[in-house]
């Protein structure tokens, strides 16, 4: 973050301010001394940035997939070792919307090749609204400056991570990388997101083989087409009091 003076607005009236902005840096991922990818990103938790990036796109199964990493936060780089590209992995650029402008190497249709989750896993609606809550009032679900997405991963008892950046695909994929490291099983846990639940973030919860994604922003038609298809329970709109199950209802309990 970085403070500017600036001039403010109040009541029609012009003051003299500092503001607080959030910071936003060109994050370079390099794979066995390729350069794959630059996206624009917070700059912190790189390295689970990397990894989670790295998974969701398909490049790597499973955290020991990495052999080595190293993040140069003078260049806002990443060099990491892995024992080779997927012979199916395609160098296909993807933009993502929304904001961040991030990059995935698949398409999300791909996803219906996939294996449909099994059920199992359920979570009762009263505890999906209190972790819901618990996460909009952690600083990191939005900032100190309210211009980062925030992401959660969370146990049906507790939140387990919390991350942040300015797109809400980097602090989902930041929180994957993160369980990841800490060998997190998240068969059983929900994905909370500040943002809007699109195609390419549902691909993500799909890779990781989360149960359940909560949303705080709405979903895209093809993101509820996709968790159809795939048995994902999505659940849109979460705050207060309410929110909309949009797929896997089966999951969420009334008591």
């Known amino acids: 973050m970085e403070n500017f003076e600036i001039t403010q607005i109040e009541k029609g009236r012009l003051i003299p301010a500092q503001k607080t902005v959030c910071s936003e840096v060109p994050f370079t991922i390099e794979v066995n001394g390729t350069e794959i990818a630059t996206v624009l990103a917070s700059p912190t938790y790189l390295d689970e940035l ?83 809550k618990e996460f909009a009032k952690n600083p990191l679900a939005h900032g100190e400056t309210g211009g980062v997405h925030g992401a959660a991963m969370a146990s049906v008892r507790e939140i387990l991570i919390v991350r942040e950046d300015i797109g809400r695909h980097n602090a989902i994929d930041k929180v994957i990388g993160a369980a990841l490291a800490a060998g997190i099983c998240m068969s059983d846990k929900v994905l909370l997101t500040t943002g ?56 969420i309990t009334d008591n």
Do not use: W
Request: proline share 4%; with cysteine.
């Open 196 to 251: 809007r639940v699109s195609s390419e973030i549902f691909s993500k919860v799909l890779r990781a083989r989360i149960p359940v994604i909560a949303a705080l922003g709405s979903a895209t038609d093809q993101a509820v087409k996709l968790a159809r298809v795939t048995n994902i329970t999505l659940v849109s709109k979460l705050m207060g009091q309410r929110g909309d199950i949009l797929s896997g209802e089966q999951r």
């Open 50 to 132: 990397a990894v989670g990036f790295l998974f969701t796109s398909g490049l790597i199964q499973d955290r020991s997939d990495v052999k080595s990493i190293s993040v140069d936060m003078e260049r806002f780089r990443t060099s990491v070792s892995i024992d080779g590209i997927p012979d199916d992995f395609i160098f296909k650029r993807i933009y993502t919307s929304g904001c961040g402008k991030g990059v995935i190497f698949h398409n999300p249709l791909d996803v219906l090749g996939k294996a449909p989750l099994e059920n199992g896993f359920t979570i009762p609606a009263s505890k999906l609204l209190e972790l819901m």
